[in-house]
């Protein structure tokens, strides 16, 4: 399986000539391709290669929001970020590559959307099925834009060809992300196809994680419902630290937890995920002999690593390594490849964008944030997740549980806050729901005595939208403080 997985990245960086069609249109008319189920499949995976990219969710977008924890701090050129004052040059210069690289994800999903009903050897059901898969796309990416910058342009089918859109509001580009999940919902497979392929499952759970950001907490705890009560997923069970490579391990082709996943694989050489080198220490082994451990923590500077208990399986996920620091100083070891070929891109582990465990937790906390109050049933999805980390059956009652009496909804909120902030380290989501519940500064001033400037909220727009689209006026739509 890891082989087809493969043989799908490959596939993608084949259709990077999607740039061919705007560029040299003569080089492959648009009225000869589109047409069989096997050329969209192709420009299909055009979608995906951008996405996987270093400069976006491969590296440099994990790395990122993960120099804004309240668990871990930046170090060498991400060390600026862990003082929460904003961008230096370095890092505006990095969150612009992922902007170029979102937005080449989109421009390919509009192509698709496009053409695809006018394929001349495509059935209606594909039809709808290939365009869902694009729409699903480019709604995960405009999700992921708008939590990072705020309102961006909207660029769809209708006006791809234009170089000078004004910036949407925020509102507006939520508009678009949930009509493309609407679509994606109705006409996407109940299986996926391939792992890394989303289902309408996972069209569920994205609209139930954008009604969550946007606090509409009732929305998302009816969507995050009907993921569960399809019983499709289930949590891997664990027993120690080391069962963990059963979910995040370099040769999981897939799990039972598996919503949707960013697929890597290190057996091309050059499609693995190149975030793993960015946790890791060279001398440690746990990354083909290398490693940039950008990011570290202190089990006593740190007050939420401090504070978490060491009986917890995913504490047990961080190793001691002196990294000139001092003894205290940890790594994390949640994804690891030591069979991993050199350096670079060659990691076989995957991106777990969206897993059972998320779906779990969110329900939890919408289900008393729409009441006001605790029921029995969000209380047992957050202790599926707890009793899971401590080595316990997630459906069997256990020592470790919660009890519904010993919390007040607003003490519960918190519970499944702290909750999510183990169980998403190194996730790149932490960050996100620091500023979904409004608590980034409270947090990251207890855990790390920093103060959060303001314009270290959102990341600028950068100078290559600036300098080629007019109406997008430097003074006047660029983020606070840039």
Same mark, same amino acid.
């Given at each position: 399986?890891?082989?087809?997985?493969?043989?799908?990245?490959?596939?993608?960086?084949?259709?990077?000539?999607?740039?061919?069609?705007?560029?040299?249109?003569?080089?492959?008319?648009?009225?000869?391709?589109?047409?069989?189920?096997?050329?969209?499949?192709?420009?299909?995976? &055009? #979608?995906?290669?951008?996405?996987?990219?270093?400069?976006?969710?491969?590296?440099?977008?994990?790395?990122?929001?993960?120099?804004?924890?309240?668990?871990?701090?930046?170090?060498?050129?991400?060390?600026?970020?862990?003082?929460?004052?904003?961008?230096?040059?370095?890092?505006?210069?990095?969150?612009?590559?992922?902007?170029?690289?979102?937005?080449?994800?989109?421009?390919?999903?509009?192509?698709?959307?496009?053409? $695809?009903?006018?394929?001349?050897?495509?059935?209606?059901?594909?039809?709808?099925?290939?365009?869902?898969?694009?729409?699903?796309?480019?709604?995960?990416?405009?999700?992921?834009?708008?939590?990072?910058?705020?309102?961006?342009?909207?660029?769809?089918? *209708?006006?791809?060809?234009?170089?000078?859109?004004?910036?949407?509001? *925020?509102?507006?580009?939520?508009?678009? #992300?949930?009509?493309?999940?609407?679509?994606?919902?109705?006409?996407?497979?109940?299986?996926?196809?391939?792992?890394?392929?989303?289902?309408?499952?996972? &069209?569920?759970?994205?609209?139930?994680?954008?009604?969550?950001?946007?606090?509409?907490?009732?929305?998302?705890?009816?969507?995050?419902?009907?993921?569960?009560?399809?019983?499709?997923?289930?949590?891997?069970?664990?027993?120690? &630290?080391?069962?963990?490579?059963?979910?995040?391990?370099?040769?999981? $082709?897939?799990?039972?937890?598996?919503?949707?996943?960013?697929?890597?694989?290190?057996?091309?050489?050059?499609?693995?995920?190149?975030? $793993?080198?960015?946790?890791?220490?060279?001398?440690?082994?746990?990354?083909?002999?290398?490693?940039?451990?950008?990011?570290?923590?202190?089990?006593?500077?740190?007050?939420?690593?401090?504070?978490?208990?060491?009986?917890?399986?995913?504490?047990?996920?961080?190793?001691?390594?002196? #990294?000139?620091?001092?003894?205290?100083?940890?790594?994390?070891?949640?994804?690891?490849?030591?069979?991993?070929?050199?350096?670079?891109?060659? &990691?076989?582990?995957?991106?777990?964008?969206?897993?059972?465990?998320?779906?779990?937790?969110?329900?939890?906390?919408?289900?008393?944030?729409?009441?006001?109050?605790?029921?029995?049933?969000?209380?047992?999805?957050? !202790?599926?997740?707890?009793?899971?980390?401590?080595?316990?059956?997630?459906?069997?009652?256990?020592?470790?549980?919660?009890?519904?009496?010993?919390?007040?909804?607003?003490?519960?909120?918190?519970?499944?806050?702290?909750?999510?902030?183990?169980?998403?380290?190194?996730?790149?989501?932490?960050?996100?729901?620091?500023?979904?519940?409004?608590?980034?500064?409270?947090?990251?001033?207890?855990?790390?005595?920093?103060?959060?400037?303001?314009?270290?909220?959102?990341?600028?727009?950068?100078?290559?939208?600036? !300098?080629?689209?007019?109406?997008?006026?430097?003074?006047?739509?660029?983020?606070?403080?840039?």
């Amino acid at each position: 399986m890891k082989k087809l997985l493969s043989i799908f990245c490959i596939v993608s960086l084949l259709f990077s000539c999607q740039e061919a069609l705007e560029e040299n249109p003569k080089s492959l008319a648009v009225e000869t391709f589109y047409n069989t189920n096997a050329e969209v499949e192709a420009a299909l995976a &055009a #979608i995906y290669d951008p996405l996987r990219s270093d400069n976006a969710f491969g590296a440099l977008y994990i790395a990122q929001l993960e120099a804004y924890t309240d668990y871990s701090f930046g170090r060498g050129s991400y060390g600026i970020l862990t003082t929460f004052q904003g961008l230096d040059g370095n890092n505006e210069g990095r969150t612009q590559s992922m902007w170029n690289q979102f937005y080449l994800a989109i421009r390919n999903a509009n192509i698709v959307i496009l053409n $695809v009903p006018d394929g001349a050897n495509l059935s209606e059901e594909d039809k709808l099925k290939y365009i869902a898969e694009a729409k699903f796309l480019r709604a995960f990416v405009y999700f992921t834009m708008v939590k990072n910058w705020g309102g961006v342009p909207v660029r769809t089918e *209708a006006n791809m060809t234009e170089i000078e859109i004004p910036r949407n509001t *925020a509102e507006e580009v939520y508009e678009l #992300i949930f009509e493309d999940l609407a679509f994606a919902e109705a006409n996407l497979p109940g299986v996926a196809p391939l792992p890394g392929k989303p289902s309408l499952w996972a &069209a569920k759970t994205v609209l139930a994680d954008v009604h969550f950001y946007r606090q509409e907490y009732q929305q998302a705890r009816d969507k995050s419902l009907e993921v569960i009560s399809s019983e499709n997923y289930s949590l891997v069970p664990v027993t120690v &630290a080391e069962d963990f490579e059963k979910i995040y391990g370099p040769t999981v $082709v897939t799990s039972s937890e598996e919503i949707f996943y960013l697929k890597f694989s290190r057996l091309s050489g050059s499609e693995g995920w190149f975030f $793993v080198q960015f946790i890791h220490h060279p001398g440690s082994g746990l990354f083909g002999g290398g490693g940039y451990y950008a990011h570290y923590s202190d089990v006593v500077a740190n007050s939420t690593l401090a504070s978490m208990d060491r009986d917890d399986l995913r504490f047990q996920l961080w190793y001691p390594w002196n #990294i000139g620091l001092g003894a205290n100083s940890v790594l994390s070891k949640k994804f690891s490849d030591p069979d991993a070929a050199g350096g670079g891109r060659t &990691a076989g582990n995957d991106y777990p964008f969206y897993r059972y465990a998320d779906v779990l937790l969110m329900y939890a906390e919408a289900d008393a944030r729409a009441s006001g109050s605790i029921s029995s049933d969000a209380m047992e999805k957050l !202790n599926m997740v707890h009793r899971r980390a401590y080595g316990y059956d997630p459906n069997m009652a256990s020592e470790v549980d919660f009890e519904l009496a010993d919390y007040s909804a607003a003490m519960f909120y918190e519970l499944v806050i702290k909750e999510r902030g183990y169980e998403t380290q190194m996730e790149g989501k932490r960050w996100l729901d620091l500023k979904r519940t409004g608590q980034v500064k409270e947090r990251i001033k207890a855990a790390t005595g920093k103060d959060v400037a303001e314009k270290h909220l959102l990341w600028p727009i950068p100078n290559s939208e600036l !300098n080629f689209n007019s109406l997008i006026d430097p003074a006047t739509d660029q983020n606070p403080g840039y």
